[in-house]
Structures are given as structure tokens and as C-alpha cells.
């Protein structure tokens, strides 16, 4: 896969999260006024993670460097991390998720 081809599908996949991690912040305030505090903390590293994927991603774009493998690399285990992240949250409630 060439490294626009690249930045786009996982621009892609973090639109996707983005919008997961939205909707479960609003499932979260509409259970309850005083939040789990492992789901907030799990929320917030998928926020942490997509922020640094898009500053890589924006990095390969404006760079578009011979060799990225290294950036492909961090991309790919942010995409495990955030996957993680969504699982803790969602066992702990798992009515309220997809």
C-alpha cells in the first residue's frame, strides 16, 4: 500500500473512532451524573491516541517520506490501543454499545 492510499484509509478509520468515542461520551452523561471514572479514563486515551494519529498522519502528508515504516508501525498499534481502549469501555456496560 503506497502512503496516500495509506493516509486515507486510516484518516478514514479515525473518523470512524471519532464518531464512537462522541457517542459513547453522550451515552456516558445521559447514565448518569457522576461518570464512571475507568470509562472516563478509557474515553480519554481513545481521545489521546486518535489526536496522535491525526498529527502523524498530517505529518506523512505534508512530508510524504521515502520510507514510513516506522509511522505505519505506530499507526497500526494506535488502531489496536484504541480497539482495546473501546472493549474496557464497553464491558462495562455492555448494554449501552453496538
Do not use: H
Amino acid at each position: 500500500m503506497d502512503i496516500e492510499n495509506f493516509c486515507t484509509y486510516m484518516k478514514d478509520e479515525m473518523t470512524g473512532w471519532k464518531a464512537k468515542t462522541y457517542d459513547l461520551v453522550r451515552k456516558m452523561e445521559k447514565m448518569s451524573p457522576d461518570p464512571d471514572k475507568n470509562r472516563a479514563a478509557s474515553i480519554a486515551e481513545m481521545g489521546v491516541i486518535i489526536d496522535r494519529a491525526e498529527q502523524i498522519l498530517e505529518k506523512l502528508e505534508k512530508e510524504c517520506p521515502v520510507n514510513w515504516d516506522a509511522e505505519k508501525a505506530e499507526l497500526d498499534q494506535m488502531i489496536c490501543d484504541i480497539s482495546d481502549r473501546w472493549s474496557e469501555a464497553s464491558e462495562m456496560s455492555p448494554d449501552d454499545f453496538d
